[in-house]
């Protein structure tokens, strides 16, 4: 097992998951504003699994998505990080930047702050060449972010694998930003 490296923002903190997260998450996976770009809401036992999923890989790497929490407020709103996905998509393998905040925490540049600090790690820490982010085509509030943190999209998109053909959701847009260009940025 791996020492989880924590991040910290002017305003965030990005740690290692704890059991007091999980009543927060399962309220977040179940709120359909936040799931309205992913198949269905889940269940707290879904929910459940899927922290423990997060927190096991984590464990093993050291690094992933981690919890977010506003410092002096909040201890929990959702998570942001790294993550290596599933081997059946296009642009795998890879390491893909996501996130998804409880809606009361929207608007307010969360995401995108906790995801530069992602990205620093994955380039400065990681020294990966890429990092990918993929969504729903129409999940126009996530290629926001991935346009404020600098991802750019090639007119790229695939249909996505483990939903049915015909899905609304299926068909997904993929962003890319390399760490040259990452560091380019920085300047």
Request: charged share 20%; aromatic share 10%; with cysteine.
């Amino acid at each position: 097992m791996c020492e989880i490296f924590p991040l910290e923002t002017d305003r965030l903190r990005l740690r290692a998951w704890r059991d007091d997260d999980l009543p927060a998450f399962a309220a977040l996976n179940a709120d359909p504003r936040v799931m309205r770009y992913f198949p269905a809401p889940l269940s707290s036992t879904q929910s459940d699994a899927l922290a423990d999923k997060i927190r096991l890989f984590m464990q093993q790497h050291g690094w992933g998505l981690w919890a977010l929490e506003v410092k002096g407020g909040a201890p929990f709103i959702g998570f942001v990080g790294l993550a290596i996905p599933a081997d059946d998509l296009p642009c795998s393998p890879c390491v893909e930047i996501g996130w998804r905040l409880a809606a009361a925490h929207w608007g307010k540049g969360y995401a995108s702050e906790a995801a530069e600090a992602a990205l620093h790690y994955a380039f400065e820490h990681l020294n990966l060449a890429e990092v990918v982010s993929f969504t729903a085509d129409a999940n126009q509030p996530s290629r926001r972010v991935m346009e404020r943190i600098g991802m750019t999209s090639k007119g790229e998109s695939f249909l996505h694998p483990r939903l049915p053909q015909g899905h609304p959701l299926q068909k997904h847009v993929l962003y890319r930003l390399g760490q040259q260009l990452w560091r380019e940025q920085q300047c």
